[in-house]
């Protein structure tokens, strides 16, 4: 089965503690996303990544990291400056070329992260 | 002003009534546009999306995108109780980067 897949589906951050979000996909795509989402908001962009060993800032990447060592996988890393961590996590891919438009991002099921 | 303006809701509405969502933008640059389903603690799945303006049509769902007046609309026939969820518009922009709406739920009471 293709798609994305994200671990673990809960996780809890004790406070001055880095925590890691999985993402896997087997759907062959470059480009790698991930997404913070509070209640009544929509998604804001973290962190993006378009090819392999590359990632570039989204509009709200103080107090998170990455690395795309492989194009299968877009960890994320949540660390002890981001201070107000509880969020739902989500993480996309988009494939290049095919019969889709461009823009159209697959999601994996999401983490959700919150502070002990 | 935000890009992507999207009323958050909720709007809940009888089963069996037509329900219309809506986003107004405000960059007439923007090209494709898209509506994700949300269920809850779930990923958005992609619904509709549409690059021109006027009507795609997909079984009980319109979508609807009127560049003139920067709006675009989702409209779901036949309302069930299984389209209850969090519908969230997206528009790409120039680098083709998502700028997504605040989503709107949606409560189809039976």
């Known amino acids: 089965d293709g798609g994305i897949t994200q671990s673990p589906k809960y996780l809890f951050r004790k406070e001055g503690q880095n925590v890691t979000l999985s993402c896997e996909q087997n759907l062959n795509h470059d480009a790698m996303y991930w997404y913070r989402q509070d209640p009544g908001q929509g998604l804001r962009l973290i962190y993006y990544?378009?090819?392999?060993?590359?990632?570039q800032k989204g509009d709200i990447a103080e107090g998170y990291s990455v690395s795309r060592e492989k194009k299968e996988s877009f960890p994320l890393t949540v660390t002890s400056a981001q201070k107000n961590p509880t969020a739902f996590y989500l993480c996309?891919?988009?494939?290049?070329?095919?019969?889709?438009?461009?823009?159209?991002?697959?999601f994996g099921a999401g983490t959700r992260l919150s502070v002990l | 002003q935000k890009e992507v303006e999207q009323d958050p809701g909720p709007l809940s509405v009888p089963e069996g009534a037509i329900v219309s969502l809506n986003c107004t933008y405000s960059n007439s640059a923007f090209q494709y546009f898209m509506w994700y389903r949300q269920y809850s603690r779930k990923g958005p799945e992609l619904l509709m999306y549409?690059?021109s303006s006027g009507n795609k049509e997909d079984g009980r769902f319109t979508a609807q995108v009127d560049k003139s007046s920067k709006y675009i609309s989702l409209f779901i026939r036949d309302s069930q109780p299984s389209d209850s969820a969090t519908y969230l518009c997206a528009i790409t922009d120039s680098n083709y980067q998502l700028i997504w709406g605040a989503g709107t739920k949606l409560i189809i009471k039976p």
């Open positions: 990544s378009q090819i392999v060993n590359d990632f």
């Open positions: 996309a891919s988009l494939g290049q070329g095919g019969q889709s438009p461009k823009n159209i991002q697959y």
């Open positions: 549409t690059y």
